[in-house]
């Protein structure tokens, strides 16, 4: 069996890891640690639990993790950085599900997080976890950087396109909406369901620290340096993200059809991606609890841009789910295994 830990197990993306993790046949969760919940029953703090787990929160000292052959991260930004130097020296592989791994260039990190990195050293052996391009090089990683929620479905989305070299590089556009938890669980007035329900808005229009984090991916997909324009939005919601892309051809005369085919052909023997008919409209209940993302291509009328649908679960392949596809893949086990559950409807 493999021993998995997770360190900051009481958010969103923590326990959506044990939900999952629960019904993994070859792992074993050997720790769950919270600073905060230290010796409280894990069911205490989540009920939909009971009978599937009995151990008790932890603190997140090297002792208690030292058992472990795989650490998940779900902490907070520039938490991990401070942990994963020695966890490495124990010879334990690392899933960190916040940004401490995923940008490459520490200057640009520090601009966008607001802090010093710990172990700026390391950012060059972290690999960006995103399988349905990264896979063999997640095989031989200690350290995966799991990608943010909307870098997920914005850059599947696009791969394709890019990776043809079809498109301009310079203008793409992602138009973006997530629901709440995707802030994480925590106390915050903007995300409270009184403030969320029965209203729409963008934030951070001027610039998303997961900016960085898509062009840092798009720009390797691509011959040329991208320009993204990126305006994400919160939605009445609790979970779900959906990605709205725009791209212009290169080519006037390429038809609808002929970049579906490229879709298909790309996507075709990735487990989580599903590629729907022409002009279809994937709904974000479409994959809710799943680690599935699903995509539909469009053409504006009259017009050289093409539009890409991209839906995603925020907390599952946006976030845990992605996680434990990462450590299948790190441990050899079938890349689905306890990722096959079916969407909830409604």
Same mark, same amino acid.
């Given at each position: 069996?493999?021993?998995?830990?997770?360190?900051?197990?009481?958010?969103?993306?923590?326990?959506?890891? %044990?939900?999952?993790?629960?019904?993994?046949?070859?792992?074993?969760?050997?720790?769950?640690?919270?600073?905060?919940?230290?010796?409280?029953?894990?069911?205490?703090?989540?009920?939909?639990?009971?009978?599937?787990?009995?151990?008790?929160?932890?603190?997140?000292?090297?002792?208690?993790?030292?058992?472990?052959?795989?650490?998940?991260?779900?902490?907070?930004?520039?938490?991990?950085?401070?942990?994963?130097?020695?966890?490495?020296?124990?010879?334990? @592989?690392?899933?960190?599900?916040?940004?401490?791994?995923?940008?490459?260039?520490?200057?640009?990190?520090?601009?966008?997080?607001?802090?010093?990195?710990?172990?700026?050293?390391?950012?060059?052996?972290?690999?960006?976890?995103?399988?349905?391009? @990264?896979?063999?090089?997640?095989?031989?990683?200690?350290?995966?950087?799991?990608?943010?929620?909307?870098?997920?479905?914005?850059?599947?989305?696009?791969?394709?396109?890019?990776?043809?070299?079809?498109?301009?590089?310079?203008?793409?556009?992602?138009?973006?909406?997530?629901?709440?938890?995707?802030?994480?669980? @925590?106390?915050?007035?903007?995300?409270?369901?009184?403030?969320?329900?029965?209203?729409?808005?963008?934030?951070?229009?001027?610039?998303?620290?997961?900016?960085?984090?898509?062009?840092?991916?798009?720009?390797?997909?691509?011959?040329?340096?991208?320009?993204?324009?990126?305006?994400?939005?919160?939605?009445?919601?609790?979970?779900?993200?959906?990605?709205?892309?725009?791209?212009?051809?290169?080519?006037?005369?390429?038809?609808?059809?002929?970049?579906?085919?490229?879709?298909?052909?790309?996507?075709?023997?990735?487990?989580?991606?599903?590629?729907?008919?022409?002009?279809?409209?994937?709904?974000?209940?479409?994959?809710?609890?799943?680690?599935?993302?699903?995509?539909?291509?469009?053409?504006?009328?009259?017009?050289?841009?093409?539009?890409? %649908?991209?839906?995603?679960?925020?907390?599952? @392949?946006?976030? #845990?789910?992605?996680?434990?596809?990462?450590?299948?893949?790190?441990?050899?086990?079938?890349?689905?295994?306890?990722?096959?559950?079916? #969407?909830?409807?409604?």
């Amino acid at each position: 069996m493999i021993k998995v830990g997770i360190v900051g197990g009481t958010g969103y993306t923590g326990v959506e890891l %044990l939900r999952l993790l629960i019904n993994h046949p070859e792992i074993k969760i050997e720790a769950i640690t919270s600073r905060a919940q230290a010796g409280t029953a894990i069911t205490n703090l989540f009920p939909n639990l009971r009978g599937h787990i009995d151990l008790l929160f932890t603190e997140p000292t090297l002792e208690n993790l030292a058992n472990c052959n795989i650490v998940f991260f779900a902490t907070p930004n520039g938490t991990a950085m401070k942990s994963v130097p020695e966890l490495l020296k124990l010879g334990i @592989k690392i899933i960190d599900l916040s940004a401490d791994f995923r940008i490459k260039d520490v200057a640009v990190w520090e601009q966008w997080y607001g802090m010093e990195h710990a172990c700026s050293n390391l950012l060059n052996d972290a690999v960006y976890g995103l399988p349905e391009w @990264k896979r063999t090089e997640i095989t031989k990683a200690s350290i995966i950087a799991n990608p943010g929620c909307y870098p997920t479905a914005i850059q599947l989305g696009f791969l394709p396109l890019l990776e043809a070299g079809i498109i301009d590089t310079g203008y793409l556009i992602a138009d973006g909406k997530s629901g709440a938890s995707g802030a994480g669980r @925590k106390a915050n007035i903007g995300t409270l369901m009184g403030e969320v329900g029965e209203s729409f808005k963008a934030y951070n229009a001027s610039g998303h620290r997961h900016s960085p984090e898509i062009v840092q991916g798009l720009d390797e997909y691509s011959n040329d340096k991208v320009g993204l324009t990126f305006v994400p939005h919160l939605v009445p919601m609790i979970r779900g993200i959906e990605a709205t892309l725009y791209a212009n051809l290169l080519q006037t005369d390429m038809k609808l059809e002929d970049i579906q085919a490229l879709f298909e052909q790309r996507y075709m023997n990735e487990p989580f991606v599903d590629v729907l008919p022409i002009n279809s409209h994937p709904e974000t209940r479409n994959v809710r609890g799943t680690n599935m993302c699903q995509l539909a291509i469009h053409r504006s009328q009259n017009s050289n841009t093409i539009i890409i %649908l991209a839906v995603i679960d925020n907390l599952v @392949k946006g976030a #845990a789910g992605q996680a434990i596809q990462n450590m299948n893949i790190i441990c050899g086990l079938p890349e689905t295994m306890a990722l096959t559950n079916v #969407a909830l409807s409604p």
